[in-house]
């Protein structure tokens, strides 16, 4: 079986593929075709280092480079000056946690949530200890949704910062980012979103979500593994302090101390993963001008045929909310561990992934010691779903 | 390969009860757990004369870390854990993930060999295990 998407992505043409059923596209989507081309390009055609060189190879793959950051920009609806090349949204966030809130204050509040990924937690926990500021946790609903009501109690005019995750890696669900913003703007505090998930679903429309930091990977979004990307306004990023020193982020250095370059490449120290970010320009292009309401469609179908398998196997508990989800499903199977069950699928050839998901907080909140979680992609089909719910009728089998 | 993993003797040892628990006059305690899964094994041991001749265990993980908890306990009933039998243990173990010898009470465990991403479920009990140990070194 094929879908509209099935073309454009080479791993499908590989003989005998590893894990032919793959959904465990939450961890790591696979490369689409225009991102793999443009990073082989890059590696053999322009291969060179950039921003100082004279030659044409240097220049050329400098060229590409700030090609990558405003064809970003442009799907993103923003500047090109506010795209920062990471290594991933993990690097983002920490990049954010350390610029901006190495200037925060005790008495200060930041707001993240019981949904978080682990890269939107620790690294505010690691900012609290650092800077003696309160950090406040939103609930989530017996639905794995943000309680949007107990956030609207939590905020105050201390509160500096919102960070939140834009879809959840675990339920699936997706945020309220209107009504989150509307209560951060109402006491002057900043939003940051965790778009890791949400972002393959088509580029953010950083201009119409009205936040102020975005974080993203480029693996969970067809692109290449080691890039992702910060997003900030121009004047939040003017008042950040460097994370990390060295080559290429400073404007003068003597012996006696530096100044810094303006961003971007303040926060970019040292030889950026050049041929990652062009990939990852070259798939943000692509995701950019898909037709993203048949892929919401597509996965919308998709998820639906495996929330129905799953429904009639009573043994099964499926976190997350009925409505207002990406394909993102975590399961429980009583009296099977996680990591059994996905030892299993992996027997019938179907990828998935058990345990806690770097959410542990979240797993503590459902009292779950883990969970077996599929993710679909525009290049799942139907028999995809079926063979996982027949590897999960295969793990109740044998597990239980 | 993984066809083998789930068979009924891994099934019952991850199911056996027959040490679950804490030992009357156990003073001993260690746990090892699995950052990346939250497996968790918690083992109870008593002493006498320097060595655990009786061990208790609790293991919250997947089948391969219960089975190999339930085996370290049997054989730890049939004969007491001092440095010499836990060397063993720990040689056995890693023979055995190396897809070399296997000692006949480990056989279960075998075809965990063929998935690096087990090896840690087969070798948590014996961590709670060294930590069992040098509890009952200090004491
Ligand atoms: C919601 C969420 N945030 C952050 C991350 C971290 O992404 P990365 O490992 O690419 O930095 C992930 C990835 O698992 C995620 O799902």
């Known amino acids: 079986m094929t879908t509209p998407w099935s073309a454009d992505f080479p791993f499908l043409a590989v003989p005998d593929r590893l894990s032919p059923h793959y959904l465990d596209n939450a961890a790591t989507t696979q490369i689409v075709r225009p991102a793999l081309d443009a990073l082989v390009r890059a590696e053999v055609e322009l291969r060179a280092n950039v921003h100082r060189a004279v030659h044409a190879r240097g220049e050329a793959a400098t060229a590409a480079l700030e090609a990558a950051r405003s064809a970003v920009a442009a799907a993103f609806r923003v500047q090109g000056e ?9 690097h983002a966030i920490n990049l954010v946690a350390y610029g901006w809130g190495q200037r925060l204050q005790p008495g200060d ?10 890269a939107n937690l620790v690294p505010w926990q690691m900012l609290a200890e650092r800077r003696g500021i309160e950090l406040s946790v939103v609930p989530v609903d017996e639905d794995g949704r943000l309680d949007l009501a107990a956030f609207e109690d939590l905020i105050d005019h201390q509160t500096r910062l919102v960070a939140l995750t834009h879809a959840s890696n675990v ?48 693996h969970k979004l067809f692109g290449p593994t080691g890039i992702g990307v910060l997003w900030a306004r121009r004047a939040v990023l003017a008042d950040m302090l460097p994370m990390l020193g060295g080559g290429s982020m400073i404007r003068r250095v003597t012996l006696s101390g530096s100044t810094w370059a303006d961003p971007p490449r303040r926060f970019e120290a040292g030889t950026p993963p050049i041929a990652a970010a062009i990939g990852l320009g ?71 992934r058990g345990g ?45 | 390969m993984s066809e083998a993993l789930y068979q009924p003797a891994l099934l019952a040892h991850a199911k056996d009860t027959a040490h679950v628990g804490r030992p009357e006059g156990a003073s001993l305690e260690a746990r090892a757990d699995n950052p990346l899964c939250g ?95 040098s509890a009952v070194s200090e004491a």
């Open chain 1, 356 to 400: 806690h998901h770097c959410c542990q907080p979240l797993m503590d909140r459902f009292d779950l010691d883990g969970t077996t979680r599929l993710s679909l992609a525009p290049y799942t089909d139907a028999a995809d779903i079926d063979a996982a719910l027949a590897g999960i009728d295969d793990a109740i089998r044998q597990l239980t």
């Open chain 2, 39 to 133: 497996d968790r094994v918690v083992l109870f041991g008593v002493a006498q004369a320097g060595q655990i001749v009786r061990m208790g265990h609790t293991a919250r993980g997947c089948v391969v870390c219960k089975a190999a908890t339930a085996i370290l306990a049997a054989r730890v009933a049939a004969v007491p854990l001092n440095a010499a039998t836990l060397a063993a243990w720990h040689r056995d173990l890693d023979q055995l993930l190396a897809g070399g010898a296997v000692a006949v009470d480990l056989a279960p465990l075998a075809p965990a060999a063929a998935h690096p991403s087990r090896h840690a479920c087969v070798r948590l009990a014996a961590v709670a295990a060294d930590g069992l140990w």
């Open chain 1, 171 to 218: 339920t699936g669900a997706v945020t309220d980012v209107a009504r989150v913003v509307a209560a951060a703007r109402a006491v002057d505090a900043l939003v940051l979103l965790d778009g890791a998930q949400m972002a393959r679903h088509g580029p953010p429309d950083l201009e119409a979500l009205g936040v102020d930091f975005y974080a993203c990977s480029g």
């Open chain 1, 282 to 352: 070259a798939a943000i292009s692509w995701l950019s001008v898909q037709d993203h309401s048949a892929m919401a469609a597509h996965e919308h179908a998709l998820t639906e045929r495996l929330l129905e398998g799953l429904r009639q196997r009573q043994q099964i508990r499926v976190l997350g909310p009925r409505r207002g989800r990406i394909g993102v499903v975590a399961i429980t199977i009583e009296g099977a561990h996680p990591h059994d069950i996905a030892q299993v699928l992996d027997q019938h050839g179907v990828a998935v």
């Open chain 1, 109 to 118: 509040r930041v707001i993240v949530s019981a949904l978080e990924h682990h």
């Open chain 1, 82 to 90: 506010e795209i920062i090349f990471t290594s991933g949204t993990t």
